[in-house]
């Protein structure tokens, strides 16, 4: 089982935050016996971002994403992936509820842009993140997975450890490696 990790977002490629989702992700595939072949980051940009999606499902089983997922107008990860799955988005209730709930507790008002991160393509699983505002997304295509995660390292690796490493053991017969 082979697994392509890419990082999105030009903080990351102009140094003005480090990497670390891709070392995480790794330790979590690398203890499931799934052998990270490629890693690389890519700026916000929907041609770049397809065309490192389309080398990980040339050469892996697993393409993981992390990053573009937030209400900016440069976070565009979920319209790109719509274009790359012939998808568009639709709004998910449960998602908003859940974010509005977290902004609340913040003391922080649910605006537009909230709403917008409630936003999934129509053809993904959402994967819920508990522990932000901006949802997992599970894609398969001709027997391979493209999981996008958000950026921020906290949320990405709850997502990681409690939405899709699970979903990844019962999809694959997946060994251990101790």
Known sequence: MKATVITIG???????IVDTNTVSIARHLNSAGITVV?????GDNAADICSAVGRG??????????????????????????ELFGSHLVFAPA????????????????SELNRAQALVPECCTVLHNAHGTAPGMWFEREGRVV????????????????????RLRSRFALHSIV
């Open 10 to 16: 030009d903080e990351i490629l102009i140094g003005q």
């Open 147 to 166: 999981v996008s995660l958000p950026g921020v390292p906290f949320e990405m690796e709850h997502l990681m450890q409690d939405e899709v490493m699970p």
């Open 95 to 110: 998602e908003a509820e859940h974010i509005r709930t977290l902004l609340d507790r913040r003391g922080i008002e649910f």
């Open 57 to 82: 499902l040339d050469i892996s089983d697993i393409v993981i994403i992390t990053g573009g997922l937030g209400p900016t107008k440069d976070d565009i990860t979920k319209h790109t992936l719509c």
């Open 38 to 42: 490629e890693k690389s980051s890519v």
